[in-house]
């Protein structure tokens, strides 16, 4: 079982998800560069672009901020802040190594019910500024999650079933021979994409599509839109982070030290998150509405029930 | 901004009047289309389009414009900006069907294109662009269906150039684009004098009674009405009519007035 982590743990825990997340930020900008010149360019050069995502920060925190004609400020101002509260919430129970700063007992259930708070958050900032674009974005989040969330819920809850428990510290423990991505792969592939979904990033990002000009952040600006963009990459982080002691066997591995192996096979996950956001366009929700429904969401089911009859024979 | 009428069901719902453009994200400069959205489908569809006024004949019609009053343009000079014109089209395409990298590839190829980058260089950087975009299921899947444009029907409207020949959806006009961008960027060399008679720029004929772009404007609203907004966004980047062929140019030799 996980041990608790010390107090400072949780001033660190966000700092530390910060950092990933402007590293991941860092690596799909000297990405993206190299898309743009044909080339990826000299280290220096990809240094230089690495630290583009941080400079758009300081640019839009000294930015005059704008705002729409007849705008809820206060609803959108709560949807752009949930979004990176819900993240660093869903992460308290994710463990660095063996240790979680809580390693609740219904952990897994802590973490979905923190990440549906993006739910509310995108619809929130979506619908506040009174704007079409942005309510469209809005709108479009929540058929995004009528699509992700049901498959999402399942596939969690067959890594629960397979560690019979729903203590995320006792789903690693259950993996100290073998990982549950190989013998629970269809779950381990669905979790990676609803993980895209959930932070609406990669084939996902229709709610902040380049046609609808950044959907629900189209109208925010400064700190709020800090806050709202911000807040994905950091649910995009702990969304990838979380599949490691879910399915790839948490701190489990020869030789390093338990941390040591949770940050590679993080940094291996958002790798290939990232470079798979590359190789696909977004993915309509109407048609991925179907393929959720008739493909994924019985998959899924199907997966539950063969480890569960596993479980049960064991 | 928003009032009550019949939806497709029979549902009386609230409807949006948005209008899209004239300045927006990947989207033809100048174009303004008027929609009625009840939830994000497009229910009516108006198109106004504001024709810039000029001095310059539009940028991508340039070499068959020229070659047409009888100046010497060469095949290959033509085929340099057909290429780049497609690829700017593309690169819009890609942008709104939401796969920014493969966008940023084609309008890095269109710059090296309108650059004077060699046909080698050219064919070698269009292939790879190509296959992965004809080879993607996903974009396939998701761009197949919308706004079909059947030959008759466009010919009927007076619709000419690759939305003509492409003979059907989003899909097949975007097929169309990459295939004549590669035959393109291998002629890019050729040194033959550009027939003054064929006057055929990227987006169709240009002796018609009116520009390719503007035909495509008038079979816009038709392909627009009960679609979803993101599909409408594709339909008009699969089209992408060019309003600098709108312009009203001042005829040379003829006084104002």
Request: proline share 7%; with cysteine; hydrophobic share 50%.
């Amino acid at each position: 079982m996980a041990e608790r982590a010390p107090l400072w743990a949780i001033f660190v825990l966000p700092a530390l998800l910060l950092a990933v997340a402007l590293v991941t930020a860092g690596f799909d900008a000297v990405l993206a560069a190299g898309a743009r010149n044909g080339r990826l360019g000299s280290p220096r050069e990809a240094a230089a672009r690495a630290t583009e995502p941080g400079r758009e920060v300081l640019r839009q925190l000294v930015q005059q901020p704008r705002r729409t004609r007849a705008s809820d400020v206060p609803l959108a101002r709560v949807g752009a802040a949930l979004l990176p509260v819900a993240a660093v919430l869903a992460a308290v129970v994710l463990p660095l190594g063996f240790r979680s700063v809580s390693d609740l007992p219904e952990g897994i259930v802590w973490f979905n019910a923190m990440e549906a708070l993006a739910w509310a958050a995108v619809w929130l900032a979506g619908w506040g500024p009174n704007s079409t674009l942005s309510l469209i974005g809005g709108y479009r989040f929540l058929a995004q999650g009528l699509a992700y969330e049901l498959p999402h819920m399942l596939a969690i809850t067959t890594a629960a079933l397979g560690a019979e428990s729903l203590r995320v510290g006792d789903v690693v423990d259950a993996q100290a021979g073998v990982w549950f991505a190989v013998w629970m792969p269809a779950a381990f592939g669905i979790y990676l994409l609803s993980a895209m979904a959930m932070a609406f990033w990669g084939p996902f990002d229709q709610p902040a599509g380049h046609d609808v000009a950044g959907g629900a952040a189209s109208e925010l600006s400064g700190a709020d839109r800090v806050l709202f963009l911000g807040g994905r990459w950091l649910l995009l982080v702990v969304a990838a982070a979380f599949s490691v002691p879910l399915f790839m066997g948490g701190g489990h591995g020869p030789l390093l030290p338990g941390w040591a192996w949770t940050v590679l096979k993080t940094a291996a996950v958002l790798a290939f998150l990232v470079w798979a956001r590359r190789r696909v366009p977004t993915l309509r929700m109407d048609r991925y509405l179907e393929l959720a429904w008739v493909v994924l969401t019985p998959l899924a089911i199907a997966q539950a029930l063969v480890v569960a009859v596993v479980v049960l024979n064991r | 901004m928003a009032d009550r009428a019949e939806d497709r069901d029979g549902l009386r719902l609230d409807r949006l009047h948005v209008p899209l453009g004239p300045a927006l994200l990947d989207w033809p400069a100048g174009l303004v289309l008027r929609l009625s959205l009840q939830g994000d489908v497009v229910q009516q569809a108006d198109v106004e389009a504001t024709a810039p006024t000029s001095p310059y004949p539009p940028f991508w019609n340039e070499p068959w414009l020229q070659a047409r009053v009888g100046e010497r343009v060469s095949r290959g000079d033509a085929a340099r900006r057909l290429c780049a014109a497609h690829l700017d089209s593309l690169g819009r395409f890609f942008a709104v069907t939401g796969w920014a990298d493969l966008a940023a590839r084609a309008r890095h190829v269109r710059d090296r294109a309108l650059a004077g980058a060699s046909t080698a260089e050219l064919s070698g950087l269009v292939r790879p662009l190509a296959r992965r975009a004809a080879r993607s299921r996903t974009l396939r899947r998701l761009t197949a269906g919308l706004g079909s444009l059947p030959a008759g029907h466009a010919h009927h409207l007076g619709v000419t150039g690759p939305a003509l020949a492409a003979d059907g959806d989003a899909h097949s006009r975007m097929l169309v684009w990459l295939d004549a961008v590669g035959r393109s960027a291998a002629a890019c060399d050729d040194s033959d004098v550009l027939d003054g008679a064929e006057a055929v720029g990227p987006r169709g004929r240009l002796d018609g009674p009116v520009p390719p772009s503007q035909a495509m404007l008038n079979a816009l609203p038709g392909l627009l009405e009960g679609t979803e907004f993101a599909c409408a966004r594709i339909i008009v980047a699969s089209l992408d009519p060019d309003l600098d062929e709108l312009a009203r140019l001042p005829v040379p030799g003829v006084a104002h007035g």
